[in-house]
T-cell receptor, first 112, second 116 residues
Framework: GENVEQHPSTLSVQEGDSAVIKCTYSDSASNYFPWYKQELGKRPQLIIDIRSNVGEKKDQRIAVTLNKTAKHFSLHITETQPEDSAVYFC???????????FGAGTRLTVKP | NAGVTQTPKFQVLKTGQSMTLQCAQDMNHNSMYWYRQDPGMGLRLIYYSASEGTTDKGEVPNGYNVSRLNKREFSLRLESAAPSQTSVYFCASSETSGGADTGELFFGEGSRLTVL
């Protein structure tokens, strides 16, 4: 079945620095790649997503890049702020399939 | 518009007891999901339902049953709880348009279950 690996499991950066989280997957039929943010004690919420016909997508300080050939996609957060501290999850889904699988998560800490 | 509502929020069970987690969404979504979240393991899919009347197994279905009661409601049942089922359970829903899921999962607040 689908498998998605996420690295690193923890990441600590200084406020203002950039943070990058990477996910790799095995199923080439995957075509939808979202990223979710989960603050402590809260529910996961979508922050950005990308589909397989696009290589990069940006939304203010957040960007996602996709390399379908290498089967990996990454979350980039620039000018990090303390409120970016949370657990971030990548996920994958295949075309015409409702089965959404998540990575193990990355705990990001932004130090003021 | 409450979104996705789960009950109960907290539950303590003894090994062998049964219980049902309830989930309802008011966004008219076709697809609904149950995930469990354990430290260091992310969100693992238990079961999902692409539409009313259909259910499919996810990664970790053993020990669970589900019912898609109608378009709004999707329940998760533990027939004989085990300590390994201690976890936080999240229900989620998503829109489906023209047979293709548009993507975003909307999660409930979670249900923390402890099995002693």
């Amino acid at each position: 079945g689908e498998n998605v690996e996420q690295h690193p499991s923890t990441l600590s950066v200084q406020e203002g620095d950039s943070a990058v989280i990477k996910c790799t997957y095995s199923d080439s039929a995957s075509n939808y790649f979202p990223w979710y943010k989960q603050e402590l004690g809260k529910r996961p919420q979508l922050i950005i997503d990308i589909r397989s016909n696009v290589g990069e997508k940006k939304d203010q300080r957040i960007a996602v890049t996709l390399n379908k050939t290498a089967k990996h996609f990454s979350l980039h957060i620039t000018e990090t702020q303390p409120e970016d501290s949370a657990v971030y999850f990548c996920a994958i889904r295949k075309a015409n399939n409702n089965d959404m699988r998540f990575g193990a998560g990355t705990r990001l800490t932004v130090k003021p | 518009n409450a979104g996705v509502t789960q009950t109960p929020k907290f539950q303590v069970l003894k090994t062998g007891q049964s219980m049902t987690l309830q989930c309802a969404q008011d966004m008219n979504h076709n697809s609904m999901y149950w995930y469990r979240q354990d430290p260091g393991m992310g969100l693992r899919l238990i079961y999902y339902s692409a539409s009313e009347g259909t259910t499919d197994k996810g990664e970790v279905p053993n020990g669970y049953n589900v019912s898609r009661l109608n378009k709004r409601e999707f329940s998760l049942r533990l027939e004989s709880a085990a300590p390994s089922q201690t976890s936080v359970y999240f229900c989620a829903s998503s829109e489906t348009s023209g047979g293709a899921d548009t993507g975003e999962l909307f999660f409930g607040e979670g249900s923390r279950l402890t099995v002693l």
